[in-house]
C-alpha cells in the first residue's frame, strides 16, 4: 500500500531564515506531487504541483521554492521566512494510474515569529 | 478560476444526520471529492463521486450530486462525537483539485 510522509511535524522559525520541508511518497511510482498551504481557518492553496523529476509547476508567487530531486521526493524551500509564511503545509500525490484522486500526508505545522 | 463554496459551521445532535452542502462553478469538473479533517492532521479522503452519478453510498456516508445547479452535499447518517472536524468538498479540474474553506462540523451529545 501507498504512504506518504512529512518532516518535520512542526517547526518554529525565526523571520529570515531558510526552511526546507520534505515529503516522500511510498508504494507507487510516477506520482504527481503537490504541496499546499493552510492557512489558521481557512481552505487550502495549492502552493506547486510537480508531474514528474525536476518539473515544477507555481501556483502562486511567493517567496517559496520547490523541487523534485527523486522520483517520489518533494521539497518545499524558502531563502528567507516572513511572518506571512506560517501555516499548516500539506504534501500529497496523485496516482495517475488509478482512482484519480489525492492523498494526503499528515502536515507540517510552521510558526514564522 | 475553479470557486468552491461551502457554509462555514455545522451543528448537530449526536445520532442525528448532518447534511454538508457544497456549490462549485466548474461545470467541466470530472470528479468531486469531500475529505475530512481533524484537528493538527493532514486531510483523509472520504469519499468521491465521479460527474456522470447522481449519488453514492459508502455506509453511513451519502453524497448527491446536481450536476445542472453544480451542487453537492454529503450526508453523515447517525452522526457520532467522532465525525466532529472540519469538511472539505474538492471538485477537480485536469491536474488540480480546488477545494472549499471547510465546514466545521461540531456534534453535541
Known amino acids: 500500500s501507498q504512504t506518504i510522509h512529512q518532516w518535520p511535524a512542526t517547526l518554529v522559525q525565526p523571520v529570515g531564515s531558510p526552511l526546507s520541508l520534505e515529503c516522500t511518497v511510498e508504494g507507487t511510482s510516477n506520482p504527481n506531487l503537490y504541496w499546499y498551504r493552510q492557512a489558521a481557518g481557512r481552505g487550502l492553496q495549492l502552493l506547486f504541483y510537480?508531474?514528474?523529476?525536476?518539473?515544477i509547476s507555481s501556483e502562486v508567487p511567493q517567496n517559496l521554492s520547490a523541487s523534485r530531486p527523486q522520483d517520489r521526493q518533494f521539497i518545499l524551500s524558502s531563502k528567507k521566512l516572513l511572518l506571512s509564511d506560517s501555516g499548516f503545509y500539506l504534501c500529497?500525490?496523485?496516482?495517475?494510474?488509478?482512482?484519480?484522486?489525492?492523498?494526503f500526508g499528515p502536515g507540517t505545522r510552521l510558526t514564522v515569529l | 478560476g475553479e470557486d468552491v463554496e461551502q457554509s462555514l459551521f455545522l451543528s448537530v445532535r449526536e445520532g442525528d444526520s448532518s447534511v454538508i452542502n457544497c456549490t462549485y462553478t466548474d461545470s467541466s469538473s470530472t470528479y468531486l471529492y469531500w475529505y475530512k479533517q481533524e484537528p493538527g492532521a493532514g486531510l483523509q479522503l472520504l469519499t468521491y463521486?465521479?460527474?456522470?452519478?447522481d449519488m453514492k453510498q459508502d455506509q453511513r456516508l451519502t453524497v448527491l450530486l446536481n450536476k445542472k445547479d453544480k451542487h453537492l452535499s454529503l450526508r453523515i447518517a447517525d452522526t457520532q462525537t467522532g465525525d466532529s472536524a472540519i469538511y472539505f468538498c474538492a471538485s477537480r479540474n485536469d491536474y488540480k483539485l480546488s477545494f472549499g474553506a471547510g465546514t466545521t462540523v461540531t456534534v453535541r451529545a
Open positions: 463521486i465521479f460527474s456522470n452519478m
Open positions: 510537480s508531474v514528474g523529476i525536476g518539473q
Open positions: 500529497a500525490w496523485r496516482d495517475v494510474g488509478g482512482p484519480d484522486t489525492q492523498y
